[in-house]
């Protein structure tokens, strides 16, 4: 059975700094890996989708990386700006299409 | 392009009354998954379906939980009789636009409160 683990589960950092987020995972058979953002009272929204054979994937300020051998990937975000404050997922996904999530991370940037 | 749409948006209720929650998925798009959501956790998979079959309800707890998706669009989710353990957010999500694409986009759920 997968497992997905977040750590930490809650950070707070000033505005400008460069972060990592980190999402683990049990079970190295993935078809990708996506990064989620929720922000309160809301749905998801999709941020980046790490396909298996690929090692990393940009978007904006955000770099998602996947090292599927060692069940790990990280969400780096360059020069945080308070409106980067969110809950921060990653979801693991079987090429079925099924999807097992972590806990997510909680990130607060301060002004 | 419409997003995931969902209705209500909040809905509060005694134990042991039912409750359903409605899904309209992004047109196109063949796979339709349910979640729930508690506070303070990930989202966790109630039910899977790809048109109007079931691919994975293995989580789905079947003595009080049902969903169907009538005609491959739509889809209804329904819990009779409600606990108060049910309270969480509920989350719709689809995928399936073109081979190979299994991103998912997702609805802004339906917060439960089960008194």
């Known amino acids: 059975k997968q497992e997905v683990t977040q750590i930490p589960a809650a950070l707070s950092v000033p505005e400008g700094e460069n972060l990592v987020l980190n999402c683990s995972f049990t079970d190295s058979a993935i078809y990708n890996l996506q990064w989620f953002r929720q922000d309160p009272g809301k749905g998801l929204t999709s941020l980046l989708l790490?396909?298996?054979?690929?090692r990393e994937q940009t978007s904006g300020r955000l770099n998602a990386s996947l090292d599927k051998s060692s069940g790990r990937s990280t969400l780096y975000i360059a020069a945080s700006q308070p409106g980067d404050s969110a809950t921060y997922l990653c979801?693991?996904?079987?090429?079925?299409?099924?999807?097992?999530f972590g806990d997510g991370t909680t990130l607060t940037v301060k002004p | 392009e419409a997003g995931v749409a969902q209705s209500p948006r909040y809905k509060i209720i005694e134990k042991r009354q039912s409750v359903a929650f409605w899904c309209n998925p992004i047109?196109?798009?063949?796979?339709l998954y349910w979640y729930q959501q508690i506070l303070g956790q990930g989202p966790k998979l109630l039910i899977q379906f790809q048109n109007n079959g079931v691919v994975d309800d293995s989580q789905l707890p079947k003595d009080r939980f049902s969903a169907e998706r009538l005609k491959g669009v739509d889809s209804t989710l329904k819990i009779q009789p409600a606990k108060l353990e049910d309270s969480a957010v509920y989350l719709c999500?689809?995928?399936?636009?073109?081979?190979?694409?299994?991103?998912?986009?997702f609805g802004a759920g339906t917060r439960l409160s089960v008194l």
């Open positions: 047109s196109g798009h063949a796979t």
């Open positions: 790490i396909q298996s054979s690929q």
């Open positions: 999500a689809s995928s399936g636009r073109g081979p190979g694409s299994n991103i998912q986009y």
């Open positions: 979801a693991v996904n079987t090429n079925a299409g099924k999807s097992t």
